[in-house]
């Protein structure tokens, strides 16, 4: 049985990561138990808790949350208009290669967010609820250890990101670097807008959203560290006269 022309149409890597994300939220979504299970053995955990495990550095981009249809379509449609450029422009290795570093190091940085955060906002949570200062909680803790390692554990364990948001905010980052003058349209924007300006703007916004706390159930860091770890690669590609093609893979 062959694909429909719409899916052939999609080069092989994007369309085979768009198609086992949407399987696999589908799935989650009529075995909600299941989905439940998979999404904690999957979804990337903060390297101290319990639950983590190094595969999930790259199973998490698979994922998406099971509680918003939005996430999911948002970013396979973004991955379905900027990815299938760049495979085409790239060829399907050097392509896929790009996209799990990008992901890969989304997650990386989201786990030095984590490190840097995860102690104040423990402590000011259990110190709210026994009435105490953070100062006098951060105390109590350092001097019980053994006692509160089941919450630690257990508050680290709902330390969980999941979606392919840092690898296509690398996506975006490439496309804005071989296409830097591409008028875009934002549905919120009558005008167009050079590429280059719009991705400047996303990473922008993301870095406010992320410095300010705004939408803390959204993992805005990771979504720069795509582009982060995204960004040397295309310096080097574009030092090498390799970035708009003449593939090397």
């Known amino acids: ?19 086992i994300c949407l399987l696999i939220w589908v799935v989650c979504m009529f075995a909600p138990r299941f989905g439940n299970t998979l999404t904690s053995v999957l979804g990337l955990h903060f390297v101290k808790a319990p639950d983590f495990n190094p595969v999930q550095l790259i199973t998490y981009l698979f994922m998406h949350d099971l509680h918003s249809i939005t996430h999911i379509l948002f970013n396979m449609f973004t991955l379905w208009m900027f990815g299938r450029v760049l495979e085409q422009v790239w060829g399907s290795k050097r392509y896929m290669v790009y996209y799990f570093v990008c992901g890969i190091g989304a997650a990386l940085v989201q786990e030095c967010v984590w490190g840097l955060t995860w102690q104040n906002e423990y402590l000011s949570g259990i110190a709210r609820l026994n009435g105490l200062t953070l100062d006098s909680m951060r105390a109590a803790v350092e001097a019980n250890p053994d006692y509160f390692a089941p919450g630690i554990n257990s508050f680290c364990d709902q330390l969980l990101t999941v979606g392919a948001s840092g690898a296509i905010f690398g996506l975006l980052l490439g496309f804005a670097f071989i296409f830097p003058n591409l008028p875009m349209y934002l ?16 990473a922008v916004l993301e870095f406010f959203l992320g410095m300010n706390g705004m939408q803390l159930s959204v993992a805005h860091f990771a979504h720069l560290g795509g582009m982060l770890f ?20």
């Not at 429909?4 to 369309?15: A, E, G, M, N, S």
């Not at 040397?232 to 893979?249: A, D, M, S, V």
């Open 187 to 202: 549905f919120f924007i009558p005008v167009p807008i050079k590429a280059k300006y719009m991705v400047l703007g996303y």
């Open 1 to 19: 049985m062959q694909s429909p022309d719409f899916l052939r149409r999609i080069p092989p890597v994007t369309r085979n990561i768009i198609i």
């Open 230 to 249: 995204g960004l040397p690669i295309l310096l080097y590609w574009k030092k090498k006269g390799t970035l708009g093609g003449n593939r090397f893979f």
